[in-house]
């Protein structure tokens, strides 16, 4: 699987994946996660924009994308943690919006080792209904570290590794 940044005309397709990402967590229970048109053609690009957003190709089809930012932007929204800490306050980074449209295995897998190749420090954050997530969180390696809260007020569990 290869990963490259995400461009303005990927917009339509990595809605459609979102919009199946969506699909996945409802029928898997979580129905509080990605509500309200979260997240919209907007944030996206905005990610785009700002050189944050990737797409996942198998046979040169987008298959996945997500949000990736390190270093010296820090996610406000860590910067409170409950019910426990981060691992470090070394740079870090961020990995959001993960979606896959379902055609292809591995995409997780490919996104996170790609970022690892960037920085040896990631934090990350789900909604506590997103079971398939949290369980590749810990089959990957992360330790779960607390609960933060993002922009709408509502929990997410953390995790954090470094390798």
Same mark, same amino acid.
């Given at each position: 699987?290869? =990963?490259?940044?995400?461009?303005?005309?990927?917009?339509? $397709?990595? @809605?459609?994946?979102?919009? *199946?990402?969506?699909?996945?967590?409802?029928?898997?229970?979580?129905?509080?996660? /990605?509500?309200?048109? +979260?997240?919209?053609?907007? =944030?996206?690009?905005?990610?785009?924009?700002?050189? *944050?957003?990737?797409?996942?190709?198998?046979?040169?089809?987008?298959?996945?994308?997500?949000?990736?930012?390190?270093?010296?932007?820090?996610?406000?929204? +860590?910067?409170?943690?409950?019910?426990?800490? /981060?691992?470090?306050?070394? &740079?870090?980074?961020?990995? *959001?919006?993960?979606?896959?449209?379902?055609?292809?295995?591995?995409?997780?897998?490919?996104?996170?080792?790609?970022?690892?190749?960037?920085?040896?420090?990631?934090?990350?954050?789900?909604? *506590?209904?997103?079971?398939? @997530? $949290?369980?590749?969180?810990?089959?990957?390696?992360?330790? +779960?570290?607390?609960?933060?809260?993002?922009?709408?007020?509502? &929990?997410?569990?953390?995790?954090?590794? @470094? =390798?």
């Amino acid at each position: 699987m290869k =990963i490259i940044q995400a461009k303005t005309k990927d917009v339509n $397709q990595i @809605m459609e994946i979102i919009e *199946h990402a969506r699909t996945i967590m409802r029928a898997n229970g979580n129905t509080t996660q /990605w509500t309200n048109g +979260y997240p919209s053609k907007e =944030i996206i690009l905005n990610d785009i924009e700002c050189n *944050h957003g990737f797409v996942c190709l198998e046979n040169e089809e987008i298959v996945g994308y997500f949000c990736f930012f390190k270093g010296n932007d820090p996610e406000p929204n +860590y910067q409170v943690i409950e019910n426990g800490n /981060w691992l470090n306050d070394k &740079p870090y980074g961020v990995i *959001h919006r993960l979606a896959s449209n379902g055609k292809a295995k591995g995409v997780a897998k490919a996104c996170f080792d790609y970022c690892f190749k960037q920085i040896q420090n990631i934090k990350v954050d789900t909604n *506590h209904d997103n079971v398939p @997530m $949290q369980s590749f969180f810990k089959k990957y390696g992360f330790t +779960y570290c607390g609960v933060i809260y993002v922009n709408d007020g509502t &929990p997410r569990d953390a995790f954090q590794m @470094m =390798i």
